[in-house]
């Protein structure tokens, strides 16, 4: 039968746009995401002298990130070295960026020398040897210079893959306005939070004491908080067990929350989110530390209502705290000039870029700056003047330690909702939709040729 | 076939010194056609015959990604979804573009221009302002349906709850493409020879029967092309489920559309090989069953 050419074009049309979508997602063939592995080994222990070395000698690196506080860190890098011109490249904001720099190392060019990578994503990009050790550039002398959350972070195996930017250790953030007219007493334990719920909720059914509506990086420092080590990570074994105590701990509390209906059904980051916060209907957040610019920023309607506690507890008098988001910045191994790329990682977070990104309102990941008076002095007048950098400091230095986020926890995220989610909208329990998430995850690493225990 | 023909005239005369002149005018066309369409197929066929993975690297699997994707239940699961959005949101948008579409040809409206353009103009609002503005009014906090529950006392459900988002969604495709679609059937009255009305007007047919035996067949064809363009469209959805999620996460998941499943493969979960065969998998269901209708619709008009 003849097809005539308005078949074909028809047909065509119905192809070609179902495509797209995959041909705009698939810059790479693959074949070479081994790329960067022949590389290391070379140098094997690379000095300060050569480091200078390379200031001295000058050249041009790329750098891509979105941090905000970079941009003038940069300005002040090329001041003292002229030598050197810094690309600063905003290529995305966390996954958009990730598969950005994924692609460019699988093509093997347009590799930046140096990479925003968050936390949680690190592993990732470590395990697919796409990132260098920084140990063979001299990162393992910088023992002790970070808090312990980030810097274990940054930890892979026995390798260094980058230094830690910025961190968000725990904290209880809350609007005082709606606590004093409620007659609230500030949480300082998981049950005194659940009492407050539901007192708030009773006087005010249209006040809720947080939102949520299934969050994985919220859930995943919850966990790690109350001491829970879901993820069992040794090389390329993998292990997830949400069936723990620390994760039990946690759907324990949480489960009786969704189902007093005491949680605002409110996305975090969006527009109902941002006039919750500021109309007082969402009372508190469980939250980084790197929250108050974004409160400061984004609710101009709180400004003197909120205060900052310390995270409540799981035990009455305990400390423990966990960290939520935070990102170091990395030097991938395709890069062509490491030992430069080295030199600006340093700069930006150990030596006088992290001052400088601090005065820029980012919270810092290094003990010098977390310490120092001034930063522990500063009075916000958002927070009714209240020096919260105290607390957020405190927090820093309780983050339970041990916890390791999987190697491909990217993905994992992402089908959250698919399988947690329904935890939120249905009769699923928590624990279910865990196991579920659980379930998925593995049997992605089991495709990604992970060994699964 | 007909070129057979026709080269069989002309090869006595011009077949020795072949003019490559109709070659040179087509050679543009086809260089971008080549590359911007050819190219992107073939490359996408190439990688659905491999597997990457984080740990063993690339390897050639033939069919096997063919056979996961036919076994996979979240990719019947998100064709379920659109087959089921195409079986109702496509007739009930079809119908409404019919009938604005005859109300405006019927001459008996005042403002038929301003109403002609303002039906049209929601296709003009691209759709990714078009999902955030109704995405907004759908809050049941802050939203229109909030305002509507706080000033009548009532309690209407979540438009955006899982059971009721795809015909939220639905709703959305609607009020954009009725007007595109109107633009369609409108035009192809149009061109309805106006001495058939007033033949049948001696005749002593009234406006329903004008509009049954004259311009439901003059429209046959055009409804078939707004019928395949809107298949194409329902198997293609992506831009509303996928600004939705990020105010209703729970009710979108990743595996919601075709569409938005291969999105999800490769951007999150660096699957490209397998996302490729997902999309290849939906280009060749949607032809077929375009194909289909086409098919039936053109020997209906015969």
Redesign the interface.
């Known amino acids: 039968m ?1 097809i005539t050419r308005r ?1 074909a074009l ?14 705009c ?2 810059g ?4 070479s ?2 790329a960067g592995a022949a590389a290391p080994a070379a140098s094997a222990a690379v000095s300060d002298a050569d480091i200078q070395k390379a200031l001295d000698t000058g050249g041009s690196i790329t750098v891509w990130a979105w941090e905000p506080t970079l941009k003038q860190v940069v300005a002040d890098f090329q001041a003292k070295y002229p030598k050197v011109k810094v690309n600063l490249v905003n290529a995305g904001t966390g ?1 958009d960026q990730y ?1 950005a720099l ?1 692609n460019a190392i699988k093509a093997g060019s347009g590799v930046p020398d140096v990479a925003q990578v968050e936390y949680y994503a690190l592993p ?1 990009f470590a ?2 040897k796409s990132v260098t050790d920084l140990a063979t550039l001299g990162a393992g002398k910088l023992d002790g210079t970070f808090t312990p959350g980030p810097w274990s972070s940054v930890h892979v195996g026995n390798g260094i893959y980058g230094l830690p930017m910025d961190s968000g250790p725990m904290a209880l953030f809350y609007n005082k306005e709606v606590f004093d007219k409620y007659d609230l007493k500030v949480p300082t334990t998981w049950d005194e939070y659940l009492a407050d719920a539901e007192k708030l909720h009773q006087a005010n059914p249209k006040a809720y004491i947080t939102n949520d ?2 969050d994985a990086g919220f859930t995943t420092s919850m966990i790690w908080q109350a001491g829970g080590k879901p993820y069992a990570v040794d090389g ?1 074994t993998v292990g997830i067990d949400f069936a723990e105590p620390g994760t039990q701990k946690f759907t324990g509390l949480w489960q009786k929350l969704i189902d007093g209906k005491l949680l ?4 975090s ?4 989110w941002y ?2 916060l500021g109309d007082g ?1 969402i009372a508190t957040l469980v939250i980084g530390a790197w929250m108050p610019a974004n409160l400061e920023s984004g609710v101009k309607a709180g400004a003197g209502k909120w205060r900052v506690a310390p995270m409540p507890q799981w035990e009455a008098g305990g400390r423990a705290t966990s960290e939520n988001g935070g990102s170091s910045l990395a030097i991938p191994e395709a890069g062509a000039n490491k030992n430069l790329a080295y030199a600006f990682l340093k700069y930006a977070n150990v030596d006088e870029g992290v001052q400088t990104r601090v005065d820029g309102g980012a919270f810092p990941a290094t003990t010098a700056q977390l310490q120092d008076q001034k930063f522990q002095d500063k009075e916000f007048p958002y927070f009714g003047g209240q020096k919260v950098n105290q607390v957020l400091a405190e927090s820093a230095s309780q983050v339970v330690s041990g916890w390791s986020y999987l ?2 926890q ?2 994992a995220n ?2 959250f ?2 399988t947690v ?2 935890a ?3 009769s699923t329990t928590l624990q279910d939709g865990l196991k579920a998430w659980q379930d998925a995850s593995l049997k ?1 690493g089991e ?4 060994t699964v225990k | ?1 007909v070129s057979e023909g026709y080269s069989n005239v002309r090869g006595g005369l011009a077949g020795r010194r072949r003019s490559w002149m109709g070659w040179q005018f087509v050679g543009p066309f086809m260089a971008v056609f080549a590359l911007v ?1 050819l190219a ?2 073939a ?2 066929i ?2 659905s015959l ?1 597997r ?7 390897s050639f699997v033939g069919a096997d990604n063919y056979l996961g994707v036919l076994q996979d239940p979240q990719f019947w699961s998100a064709f379920g979804r659109v087959a089921l959005f195409l079986v109702v949101q496509v007739p009930i948008m079809l119908f409404l573009a019919l009938l604005v579409a005859l109300a405006i040809d019927s001459g008996r409206l005042y403002g038929t221009a301003f109403f002609r353009i303002s039906v049209f103009l929601p296709y003009a609002v691209p759709a990714v302002v078009a999902t955030l503005m109704w995405g ?1 009014m759908y ?1 049941t ?3 229109l349906i909030g305002n509507i529950n706080e000033a009548f006392g009532l309690s209407l459900p ?1 438009p955006l ?2 059971d009721l988002v795809l015909a939220s969604i639905g709703n959305i495709v609607t009020w954009e493409f009725v007007g595109y679609n109107m633009l369609i059937l409108y035009s192809a009255l149009k061109v309805v020879n106006p001495s058939l009305y007033e033949a049948a007007a001696l005749d002593g047919a009234g406006q329903l029967r004008i509009i049954w035996a004259i311009k439901l067949p003059a429209l046959r064809g055009a409804l078939v092309i707004a019928t ?1 363009f809107s298949i ?1 469209g329902s ?2 959805l ?1 831009n509303e489920p996928s600004i939705l999620k ?6 979108v ?3 919601f559309t075709p ?1 938005f499943y ?3 493969l ?8 397998y ?2 065969t ?3 998998v ?3 269901i ?2 077929i069953v ?2 289909i209708v ?1 098919l039936r619709g053109m020997r209906k008009a015969v």
């Open positions: 003849a078949h028809l047909l065509g049309a119905a192809l070609t746009v179902s495509l797209t979508a995959a041909a997602g698939s790479d063939d693959g074949s995401s081994g996954n598969t994924q990732q395990l697919a509506t299934g390329t605002a059904p409110t996305s980051w969006s527009d109902a006039q919750g209907t190697p491909f990217v993905y992402s089908i909702n698919d989610g329904k939120y909208t249905s992605y495709e990604q040729g992970f | 076939m369409f992107p197929i490359y996408s190439y990688l491999f990457t993975r984080l740990i063993g690297g690339t907004f809050g906090r802050f939203g979540d709850s899982p395949i194409i198997f293609q992506f990020t105010i209703a996460p729970n009710s998941t990743t595996y569409n291969a999105y999800s490769s951007f999150a979960g660096q699957q490209f090989n996302s490729a997902v999309a290849i939906m280009g060749i949607t032809m375009a194909y086409q």
